[in-house]
């Protein structure tokens, strides 16, 4: 059973990384989401002169390397309720291509990696249940898991509601297709039928 469940990991990553795919550059699911900037030039160059490193920053920052006093939070208070605020993932110019092997590849493992481990799942926690409750059980874990992490993104940071509504559908389809696929590879086998034979024993036949 253990290899068909790293088969079901396998067949079931290819399934999630063509769906990303269809998602992205297909389905309109997250052309709302994403806004391009005024003056994009202009806040590039910014980002490059106040940005001394790769990282994730959050603006206006707070240290949480050190105790901040009261004047320091009331600032910080002040600033996000009257400047607005911000969550930037910097990445420095690196002079490779948005979309390359090196952003496919790791995809494409992290796919096959959670599909492998939605098939353990399946195979542990459920594996007397039907072909459809192993469905419905696949699809709920991706809505589950993106609500838990992306509702946390629209409630803190002022994420758009319709990003958390497009990650949804992505991922509960996207776990749809994993689970659909872990389920049919891991069917149990064919029940044996059981009739006595002419000397009365019980003999079998597939």
Partial sequence: MLLRVLLAGVLGGIAMFMWGFVAHTVLPLYNDVSKVAVKEDAMLDSLKSYLKEPGLYMVPGMDMSKTMTEEEKA?????????GHALICYSAPTGEDPISVKT????????????????????????????????????????????AIDGSFVIWHGFPQGYLVASIL???????LAGAVAAFVMRPAKTLLMRPSKAGHISTRP
């Fill in 75 to 83: 600032a910080f208070t002040k600033k996000w309720q009257t400047e």
């Fill in 104 to 147: 496919l590849a790791p995809q494409f493992l992290a796919c096959v990696i959670t599909a492998f481990l939605l098939a353990l799942v399946l195979w542990k926690g459920a594996g007397d249940a039907s072909f459809l409750a192993k469905i419905w059980m696949s699809t709920l874990i991706g809505v589950i898991a993106s609500v």
């Fill in 170 to 176: 992505d991922h509960a389809a996207s776990f749809f």
